[in-house]
């Protein structure tokens, strides 16, 4: 965990800071030190008692903290304009690190009901287990969240925005201006360089840094931001939770937030451009990206986000078959869950991110057989563009 007390952060554009974040002071080398050690040498029993109480403790026990996570959580914490981060072994065990680690027996949550699968399964499946009652809501309806706040009750107020798969968006100063729970955005599908959900009021973001901001397909990593508070009382349960973040993940974490800037912008333009070349294909039902003038919160989209991921989403007239077809007929795409990576995924929601959710709850969330996810990568994207219009 660290703070930011650099008094210069609030001059800097986003883009220079996801540049320069993260380097302790007196480190020299550019890239980030991997500190592989679990444990240290500790001085007097009394500096070993004091560090294991310690949220800030970076050299004491891994599980605990370590320097390199402590350079990725410093990065993400300017990033969020934060006090404090938290990083995780992954995506899910941050959000499972907030869910759990702030709700008790006898809590409610309000959830949205676009969301990621995991989530979903933790909220449905795991939650009623430890006695933690969920309202499901639609996101994108105003006032939808407030109203099924049950005072004195309601915990937490959980949001995806843009929502997995169909990038559906959530008014963040609505959210923000909630009153009484604990408010938490999964912004993973923006980053912290498309929105800073906390400059609207939310208490935490979170993030799987496994996507764009590792970026390259090769760290498994999750992060909260928000008050040093929160994070402190996230970081007591964490700590027995056991989803501490690899300090090699972090590293690729690290590696990753520099170059977020112009991998974001590239991957959202491709995206504008592969959903216009969607729209008017005759075998395509709808196309969804927050920066196409056809997406119904389009105008939301331009207000609250810096720029646009390059997920988007798109249905097939012809349902199951046309979907499960188009997705192995792609040559230059690879059918690969994830996102947000150097190179262009195909994924197929229905039997897969979402394969664990029933029919109807599919349908409730707009997926259908026909429903493709398309992360879009780096390649060029007239080579992109090709690979799907040969596909269909
Ligand atoms: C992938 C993803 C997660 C889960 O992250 P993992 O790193 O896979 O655990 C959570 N939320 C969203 C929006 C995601 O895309």
């Known amino acids: ?23 302790p ?13 679990t444990t240290y040498e500790m001085g007097t029993l009394e500096e070993g008692r004091q560090l294991a109480h310690s949220t800030q403790a970076k050299k004491f026990y891994s599980r605990h903290g370590n320097p390199t996570v402590n350079a990725f959580e410093s990065a993400v914490a300017e990033l969020e304009g934060a006090q404090a981060a938290r990083a995780y072994a992954s995506g899910m065990g941050a959000i499972a690190g907030v869910i759990l680690g702030l ?31 969920v309202t499901f809501v639609d996101g994108t309806v105003p006032g939808a969240f407030s109203q099924a706040i049950i005072p004195g009750r309601t915990m937490l107020v959980f949001a995806e925005t843009p929502a997995n798969p169909l990038l559906d968006l959530v008014d963040l100063d609505e959210l923000g201006a909630i009153a009484g729970p604990i408010t938490v955005v999964d912004a993973t599908l923006a980053t912290p ?62 590696r990753g937030l520099r170059t977020l ?22 075998a395509v039902n709808w196309v969804r990206h927050p920066g196409l003038e056809s997406h119904p919160q389009f105008a939301l989209g331009q207000r609250q986000y810096r720029m646009h991921g ?35 995924l195909v994924t197929h929601p229905a ?42």
């Open 351 to 392: 039997s897969t991110t979402h394969a664990g959710m029933t029919s109807e709850e599919l349908s409730d969330c707009g997926i259908t057989g026909g429903t493709v996810r398309l992360s879009c990568g780096l390649e060029h994207v007239d080579d992109i563009i090709a690979d799907i219009l040969q596909a269909l």
């Open 261 to 282: 800037a112009p991998r974001l912008r590239q991957q959202g333009a491709t995206a504008v451009a592969v959903g216009r070349a969607l729209e008017s294909h005759p």
């Open 1 to 23: 965990m660290s703070t930011s007390d650099n008094p210069n952060l609030a001059d800097l554009q986003p883009e220079t800071l996801a540049v320069r974040g993260g380097r």
């Open 25 to 37: 002071d007196g480190q020299l080398s550019m890239a980030p030190v991997l500190w592989a050690s």
């Open 193 to 254: 360089l498309g929105v800073r959900p906390l400059d609207y009021g939310v208490n935490l973001v979170v993030h799987s840094a496994t996507k764009a901001m590792a970026g390259h397909n090769d760290a498994t990593l999750g992060v909260v931001s928000g008050e040093r508070d929160l994070i402190d009382a996230l970081w007591a349960f964490a700590v027995l939770q056991g989803a501490c973040a690899s300090p090699f993940d972090a590293l690729n974490g690290l």
């Open 310 to 344: 390059g997920v988007l989403s798109f249905d097939l007239a012809g349902g199951l078959e046309a979907g499960s077809t188009f997705v192995s007929a792609v040559k230059l795409c690879r059918p690969a869950t994830s996102l947000g990576g150097p190179e262009t």
């Open 103 to 133: 709700c008790s027996k006898g809590d409610h949550i309000v959830a949205q009901k676009q969301l990621y699968g995991g989530t979903m399964q933790l909220l449905a499946g795991v939650c009623p287990r430890f006695g933690i009652d």
